[in-house]
């Protein structure tokens, strides 16, 4: 099946800091979503992108759309500590199959 | 407006057993898909429905099944239960094709 790469993996960082994380696949989206997820709970929509090259912000999070549909990115700017979970980064398919990245965990030291 | 919401939140069963899960999406939203999530595997896609009608179906073996009802309201079957089923079982209603997921809290199952 289709394969959506996320790095990095794990981050740890200070509170305060920028992050920065990104989602590769080996097709073209149309669609580019990204997801928190917090222990024992699903996952929540942070970020709709529907065309290439679109810059979306929701607070502190920007999220890019790649020029090239294959590829998207999320930046949170100072961050906290309830910042911290688990990003996922999500794409369709025709058949509205979503596909989903391998998670960016985030850890935010105090 | 309520969101997706899934019952029952834990389910502890023993191998060659079988379950249903339950999932009632936001109002207004026709689609409903499942999703299974692993440690190892991460999310993975098992089916759509879409008015009544499962639209779409992921790479499971046919022990995984479901239904939608004609309020939108889902239910997900899995018959004679492995140990390898043991995941969290999520729930996302939709208003439509590629319409972003929102997600239940999941339904974690056990299997010992």
């Known amino acids: 099946g289709q394969q959506l790469n996320q790095s990095p993996q794990s981050m740890f960082i200070q509170e305060g800091e920028d992050v920065s994380m990104n989602c590769t696949s080996s097709?073209?989206?149309?669609?580019w979503l990204w997801y928190k997820q917090d222990p024992g709970e699903g996952p929540v929509l942070l970020i709709a992108l529907y065309k290439a090259g679109e810059l979306t912000s929701n607070g502190r999070l920007t999220a890019q759309f790649g020029i090239t549909r294959k590829d998207s990115f999320l930046n949170i700017s100072a961050s906290i500590p309830s910042d911290v979970g688990i990003y996922f980064c999500?794409?369709?398919?025709?058949?509205?199959?979503?596909?989903f990245g391998t998670g960016t965990s985030l850890t935010v030291i105090p | 407006k309520a969101g997706v919401t899934q019952t029952p939140r834990y389910l502890i069963k023993t191998r060659g057993q079988q379950v249903t899960l339950s999932c009632s999406p936001i109002s207004g939203h026709r689609s409903v898909s499942w999703y299974q999530q692993t440690p190892g595997q991460g999310l993975q896609f098992l089916f759509e429905?879409?008015?009544?009608?499962?639209?779409n179906k992921g790479n499971f073996p046919g022990r995984f099944s479901g239904r939608q009802f004609s309020n939108s309201r889902s239910e997900m079957n899995v018959s004679t239960l492995e140990l390898g089923d043991s995941a969290l079982y999520l729930c996302?209603?939709?208003?439509?094709?590629?319409?972003?997921?929102?997600f239940g809290n999941g339904t974690r199952l056990t299997v010992t």
């Open positions: 999500a794409g369709p398919n025709t058949g509205n199959q979503f596909y």
């Open positions: 996302a209603s939709s208003l439509g094709q590629a319409e972003p997921l929102h």
């Open positions: 097709s073209i989206f149309n669609t």
């Open positions: 429905y879409f008015s009544e009608t499962q639209r």
